[in-house]
């Protein structure tokens, strides 16, 4: 199929299955998925959604770890035309409940390590339905075996009542029926997906996703690394999470249009994944910039034959100019980075596969990728190589939040009858086409890849009994992008409270990745005259202490 067509997922995915069935499709914890057992396993689960009454355009929930579940709960959904609203694993309940209502979700795909923050919130949403998923549900048996015995396989407690399932029981009930699946009538411009999304917002901004806009993006993706490798012969390791844009567009990629391998492990584990790509042979890793400093500085790394890769791709950070020069100097190629945003569904720019890029380039554009780069402040267009926020527009680009026109109204502007979006990252581009990120125009923080918003710690934290004011600011790291620094003002009278206290606090309401690493406790914060939180100030004063 090429770029230009229009065509929906699951029938893309069933041809590819036509030329591939018996090569493998999929590689967890080492065990091997062929392109027909994973449509078989697929379509065994859009059964059972069928006869659970999950219907065409019912939006399902997933909130299981990378794994081999995932890939096929994901396309059991899209089997029966249902719309599929992935989710990071470590979500709390405080977020699951906030975007199944928003959602209007009425199932769940969970693990079962998350089945409990799953109950809590079920009286509060319309989910009508839970499928329970343990992680070696799909494993060989003696692979279970192995894993209970020597208790290496996370755990978590469960309890069976009614319309809550366990994914592998189901799996064997309706094993055989999928010969009654009816064919799904879906435009191309009907919605598959619900990615939520952070950045400024209190709460995470749900961004729709069409058959149309996922396919062209996985095109895109796939035939940026066909410039160095055919699709079909592809093995790709794949550290990002597959309900991040990253995940899907660059790995679920091989898959869906590709007809290539994906290699996915649940965490990271260093040595298990350096033995996998030894092991597989793997031919292009995708990873954050955080994982590429982690392999750089992990002990036993010698220990491992890295040889078979031709393609070492980041994205989701800027690639520290440190880490690109070691990365060369160990392995003698250089790292891919790209750059993109969940908005514009999947890649805006990506540096050559055939030659080095200048130092902190975040590649060229796209095939179909048209920018501007403003004045933030009156959207007129900047001296050539001068800095400005970055506006694109391309095909696959949604044009709105879900629910949510504050936001979209925000983030999506018309100049001269075309849409762009307004990416709020502030970059130039050189005479050569080369995009350079420089900063970000709002209070958002990057930490490990994730965008975190400031204005959603500071909420929270401003919830907490003993907290009258918060300001939250990311504090630079060069192992993690940005670390997160809290700045406190108690009320009146409290004593005894003590910063490990309130990350405690956090912690039981935040996903890990949010989570302040560091608090301070202030007398007062500084404000503009008309009252407004003046982050910068906070920043700058967090600068000059590490310029000491």
Same mark, same amino acid.
């Given at each position: 199929?090429?770029?230009?067509?229009?065509?929906?997922?699951?029938?893309?995915?069933?041809?590819?299955?036509?030329?591939?069935?018996?090569?493998?499709?999929?590689?967890?914890?080492?065990?091997?998925?062929?392109?027909?057992?994973?449509?078989?396993?697929?379509?065994?689960?859009?059964?059972?959604?069928?006869?659970?009454?999950?219907?065409?355009?019912?939006?399902?929930?997933?909130?299981?770890?990378?794994?081999?579940?995932?890939?096929?709960?994901?396309?059991?959904?899209?089997?029966?035309?249902?719309?599929?609203?992935?989710?990071?694993?470590?979500?709390?309940?405080?977020?699951?409940?906030?975007?199944?209502?928003?959602?209007?979700?009425?199932?769940?795909?969970?693990?079962?390590?998350?089945?409990?923050?799953?109950?809590?919130?079920?009286?509060?949403?319309?989910?009508?339905?839970?499928?329970?998923?343990?992680?070696?549900?799909?494993?060989?048996?003696?692979?279970?075996?192995?894993?209970?015995?020597?208790?290496?396989?996370?755990?978590?407690?469960?309890?069976?009542?009614?319309?809550?399932?366990?994914?592998?029981?189901?799996?064997?009930?309706?094993?055989?029926?999928?010969?009654?699946?009816?064919?799904?009538?879906?435009?191309?411009?009907?919605?598959?997906?619900?990615?939520?999304?952070?950045?400024?917002?209190?709460?995470?901004?749900?961004?729709?996703?069409?058959?149309?806009?996922?396919?062209?993006?996985?095109? =895109?993706? !796939? /035939? #940026?690394?066909?410039? +160095? %490798?055919? *699709?079909?012969? &592809?093995?790709? $390791?794949?550290?990002?999470?597959?309900?991040?844009?990253?995940?899907?567009?660059?790995?679920?990629?091989? =898959?869906? !249009? /590709? #007809?290539?391998?994906? +290699? %996915?492990? *649940?965490?990271? &584990?260093?040595? $298990?994944?350096?033995?996998?790509?030894?092991?597989?042979?793997?031919?292009?890793?995708?990873?954050?910039?955080?994982?590429?400093?982690?392999?750089?500085?992990?002990?036993?790394?010698?220990?491992?034959?890295?040889?078979?890769?031709?393609?070492?791709?980041?994205?989701?950070?800027?690639?520290?100019?440190?880490?690109?020069?070691?990365?060369?100097?160990?392995?003698?190629?250089?790292?891919?980075?790209?750059?993109?945003?969940?908005?514009?569904?999947?890649?805006?720019?990506?540096?050559?596969?055939?030659?080095?890029?200048?130092?902190?380039?975040?590649?060229?554009?796209?095939?179909?990728?048209?920018?501007?780069?403003?004045?933030?402040?009156?959207?007129?267009?900047?001296?050539?190589?001068?800095?400005?926020?970055?506006?694109?527009?391309?095909?696959?680009?949604?044009?709105?939040?879900?629910?949510?026109?504050?936001?979209?109204?925000?983030?999506?502007?018309?100049?001269?009858?075309?849409?762009?979006?307004?990416?709020?990252?502030?970059?130039?581009?050189?005479?050569?086409?080369?995009?350079?990120?420089?900063?970000?125009?709002?209070?958002?923080?990057?930490?490990?890849?994730?965008?975190?918003?400031?204005?959603?710690?500071?909420?929270?934290?401003?919830?907490?009994?003993?907290?009258?004011?918060?300001?939250?600011?990311?504090?630079?790291?060069?192992?993690?992008?940005?670390?997160?620094?809290?700045?406190?003002?108690?009320?009146?009278?409290?004593?005894?409270?003590?910063?490990?206290?309130?990350?405690?606090?956090?912690?039981?309401?935040?996903?890990?990745?949010?989570?302040?690493?560091?608090?301070?406790?202030?007398?007062?914060?500084?404000?503009?005259?008309?009252?407004?939180?003046?982050?910068?100030?906070?920043?700058?004063?967090?600068?000059?202490?590490?310029?000491?």
């Amino acid at each position: 199929m090429n770029q230009g067509q229009t065509r929906n997922i699951y029938p893309t995915f069933e041809e590819v299955v036509k030329k591939r069935g018996r090569h493998t499709a999929v590689v967890f914890l080492g065990t091997r998925y062929s392109y027909q057992r994973l449509k078989d396993l697929s379509e065994t689960f859009a059964s059972a959604l069928l006869h659970l009454g999950v219907k065409q355009g019912d939006k399902v929930i997933l909130y299981v770890p990378n794994s081999i579940q995932w890939v096929i709960v994901w396309l059991g959904i899209q089997r029966i035309g249902g719309v599929c609203v992935p989710i990071t694993p470590i979500y709390t309940p405080y977020d699951i409940e906030y975007i199944a209502n928003d959602s209007g979700a009425v199932a769940i795909v969970c693990a079962d390590i998350n089945f409990g923050y799953v109950t809590r919130v079920l009286p509060k949403t319309n989910i009508k339905l839970v499928v329970i998923s343990r992680m070696a549900d799909l494993l060989p048996w003696w692979k279970r075996l192995f894993g209970f015995l020597f208790d290496r396989t996370p755990k978590g407690r469960i309890g069976l009542v009614e319309n809550t399932y366990l994914l592998r029981k189901l799996l064997s009930k309706y094993h055989g029926q999928t010969d009654q699946l009816p064919e799904v009538e879906q435009a191309a411009e009907d919605l598959v997906e619900i990615m939520y999304t952070g950045g400024t917002t209190m709460r995470p901004k749900g961004v729709p996703v069409t058959s149309n806009s996922f396919l062209q993006s996985c095109h =895109i993706s !796939v /035939g #940026g690394f066909a410039a +160095l %490798i055919p *699709p079909e012969t &592809n093995i790709i $390791a794949s550290n990002a999470p597959l309900f991040h844009i990253l995940g899907q567009t660059a790995g679920m990629s091989t =898959i869906i !249009v /590709g #007809g290539g391998t994906l +290699l %996915i492990y *649940p965490r990271v &584990n260093l040595d $298990a994944f350096l033995e996998a790509i030894q092991r597989f042979r793997v031919k292009t890793m995708l990873g954050v910039p955080l994982l590429y400093r982690m392999i750089l500085e992990h002990s036993r790394l010698d220990q491992y034959d890295l040889s078979s890769v031709e393609i070492w791709f980041a994205g989701g950070d800027v690639l520290p100019v440190e880490v690109g020069n070691r990365w060369r100097d160990k392995f003698g190629k250089f790292i891919c980075q790209a750059y993109g945003t969940t908005e514009t569904c999947g890649g805006i720019s990506m540096c050559p596969l055939d030659k080095d890029s200048p130092p902190k380039s975040a590649g060229r554009l796209y095939p179909g990728v048209k920018i501007q780069i403003v004045d933030p402040a009156t959207l007129k267009p900047v001296k050539p190589g001068e800095p400005g926020e970055l506006l694109v527009t391309l095909d696959s680009m949604v044009r709105s939040y879900w629910n949510n026109p504050e936001e979209t109204k925000k983030s999506f502007v018309k100049l001269d009858g075309v849409v762009w979006y307004r990416t709020s990252d502030i970059m130039s581009m050189d005479e050569e086409g080369n995009l350079y990120f420089l900063d970000r125009t709002v209070d958002t923080i990057k930490h490990k890849g994730y965008r975190v918003s400031s204005s959603e710690i500071e909420s929270l934290l401003k919830e907490h009994p003993a907290i009258m004011d918060s300001c939250v600011v990311g504090v630079p790291d060069s192992r993690v992008g940005e670390r997160i620094k809290a700045f406190v003002v108690l009320k009146e009278d409290i004593k005894g409270i003590t910063g490990y206290d309130l990350i405690r606090w956090c912690r039981e309401r935040l996903p890990s990745y949010k989570v302040p690493q560091y608090i301070e406790f202030r007398d007062m914060l500084p404000k503009s005259k008309v009252g407004k939180l003046l982050r910068r100030e906070m920043r700058s004063e967090e600068m000059r202490r590490q310029e000491k």
